[in-house]
């Protein structure tokens, strides 16, 4: 085997690979085919200095070529032996590989890149590179289809400099010419910083994937206690109940119904929020995977050229920890049925009330927002309703804005519409968490109200806060006041363009927020809210106020 290897490499042309044609003979003593040979030169012919294309010697001028016969006629007999000298099928390149430069015909897979050559190798094509010492000296990278990309189109040199002033690679020429008096570094040197900052965006993605992760294990727990407090309270008043079968065969109806009503709402809650989460690690993941690729990037031209290109990395949309309140979920409506069961069939009504009341309390707990970040995850989109609009207001910006008017418009007539007031309501209403901003200009009012308060009339039932049905914010140039049912709070903080409100109705919480570079509270009410509340918006002479768009 050996020998007849050797036998082979004797009769191939180390530019085709296959057996020697015509063969000649240079003056290093290397041997190709004539046409071969030939080809090489005639590319290098514009550099009036030839080379061979193994050890790389180079002869001026262009040496004649002669048939060599002897190596004609080994050629001939060693073929007539059968030994075969092309590669496997394999072995040659198709479209999705980097082809060897050197090789004619039929290419071979390159199996190395020369960064400064800017040329790819088959292992044959290759072997200089370990023999010849200036060629040792070479950055070897993996096979690259890309290599002239690092070729200045302008001066057709190595791009082997960085401008940070116009954050593009460029060569020597270019640094004394276009790029004169610019921050310019080496490409390894900026490759070697911007690769700190892909480091450290890597360790933000794996540190937001544990979280994730972290967070996912939680609901998982509070999952399973949620179904084993359920399990459990369903046994337990089920015993009860069987003692008060003939009295409240009713009301266990029902009380079954809500537990299972109620676990069912709550375990959907938590598995919502668990397939978000694991949507964002699979996200995240992905994306660390991306970065990972161009981290490993060898060349540094192809990384700077690729980093612009990076997506930023969005903001998370949960909380990096998931607050656990070890609830006791159902326990206590055993006790309430317990407490039920020992009372009289005449004090049915009340005990029931105070179930139902314990079964609606039943939820998974979360901290309100601490940060305007943390109240941005419950930012919603508010559009204003015209058919509530006063006709002294002007609606615009798709009926996010509304503007005081001198002249009356022209709206149709509703029953929804504010006769009187300048006002108007959204046409959403606000169950749950909510958090929206509102951007004014000289004093108006920002306001909550069930939708049946009053529309027609100037009495105080219509206007925003001076009634049971609303609470609102007045703004003015230079200060605060909250009202209520008629009762003015003057509010002290600090005066801003921007409001931000917090809703939650299930809490029964609503505030308001003074939005600058910081978040301060203004004024915070707590109390029960019977309807779903719509957000209003108010104006008094030449102001204006406008919902933002949630970021």
Not at 218 to 244: C, G, M, P, W, Y
Not at 262 to 288: A, C, F, N, P, W
Request: aromatic fraction near 6%; charged fraction near 30%.
């Amino acid at each position: 085997m050996e020998q007849n290897q050797l036998y082979q490499e004797t009769i191939s042309c180390s530019i085709c690979l296959d057996h020697l044609k015509d063969p000649v003979t240079i003056p290093c003593g290397h041997s190709y085919c004539m046409t071969c040979i030939k080809t090489h030169w005639d590319e290098e012919d514009q550099r009036e200095i030839h080379s061979c294309p193994e050890c790389r010697e180079t002869f001026k001028p262009r040496p004649a070529l002669k048939k060599n016969t002897m190596l004609a006629v080994l050629v001939e007999q060693l073929k007539k032996t059968g030994l075969q000298a092309a590669p496997a099928d394999h072995c040659y390149a198709g479209p999705e590989d980097v082809a060897c430069d050197v090789c004619t015909g039929r290419k071979l897979k390159a199996i190395k890149s020369c960064s400064v050559c800017l040329a790819s190798y088959c292992e044959k094509h290759l072997q200089p590179h370990y023999d010849s010492a200036p060629l040792k000296k070479h950055k070897l990278v993996e096979p690259s289809k890309n290599l002239q990309e690092n070729i200045c189109s302008r001066h057709d040199e190595v791009m082997k400099m960085f401008c940070r002033t116009d954050q593009k690679c460029i060569c020597s020429l270019c640094l004394m010419d276009d790029h004169k008096g610019h921050d310019t570094v080496p490409a390894a040197a900026e490759r070697t910083e911007r690769q700190r900052e892909l480091q450290v965006r890597r360790e933000n993605i794996q540190q937001r994937i544990q979280d994730r992760e972290k967070d996912v294990k939680l609901l998982q727990q509070e999952l399973e206690a949620i179904n084993h407090s359920a399990v459990k309270t369903l046994e337990d008043s089920e015993k009860i109940f069987r003692e008060l079968i003939r009295l409240i065969q009713k009301r266990r109806s029902e009380v079954k119904q809500q537990i299972r009503s109620q676990q069912e709402t709550e375990g959907s809650r938590v598995k919502e929020l668990q397939e978000k989460l694991e949507q964002e690690i699979t996200e995240l993941k992905r994306k660390d995977a991306e970065l990972k690729q161009l981290s490993d990037t060898e060349d540094h031209n192809q990384f700077l050229h690729n980093y612009p290109s990076l997506s930023a990395l969005s903001e998370s949309t949960h909380s990096s920890s998931i607050n656990i309140c070890h609830l006791t979920y159902f326990e206590n409506v055993t006790a309430a049925v317990s407490e039920l069961r020992d009372q009289l069939q005449d004090a049915l009504k009340d005990a029931w009330a105070n179930i139902s009341l314990r079964l609606t309390d039943v939820s998974l707990s979360e901290p309100e927002p601490k940060s305007r970040a943390g109240f941005l995850k419950y930012s919603c989109e508010i559009t204003l309703d015209p058919n509530t609009a006063n006709r002294k207001v002007l609606l615009s910006k798709g009926n996010r804005e509304v503007t005081w008017m001198l002249h009356p418009q022209t709206y149709s007539s509703h029953s929804d519409r504010f006769t009187d007031w300048p006002q108007v309501l959204s046409r959403e209403s606000l169950t749950g968490r909510h958090y929206w901003e509102v951007e004014r200009r000289e004093s108006v009012y920002v306001a909550v109200a069930y939708k049946n308060i009053s529309r027609e009339g100037k009495g105080g039932e219509c206007g925003f806060g001076f009634n049971d049905k609303s609470w609102a914010l007045i703004c003015y140039q230079n200060s605060y006041e909250f009202v209520h049912n008629s009762i003015r709070t003057s509010i002290s903080g600090p005066v801003s363009s921007r409001v931000g409100v917090y809703l939650d109705d299930r809490e029964g919480i609503l505030s308001f927020y003074s939005v600058s570079e910081t978040m301060t509270l203004l004024h915070r009410v707590q109390t029960t809210f019977t309807q779903p509340l719509y957000a209003g918006l108010g104006v008094y002479y030449g102001g204006s106020a406008e919902f933002c768009k949630p970021i």
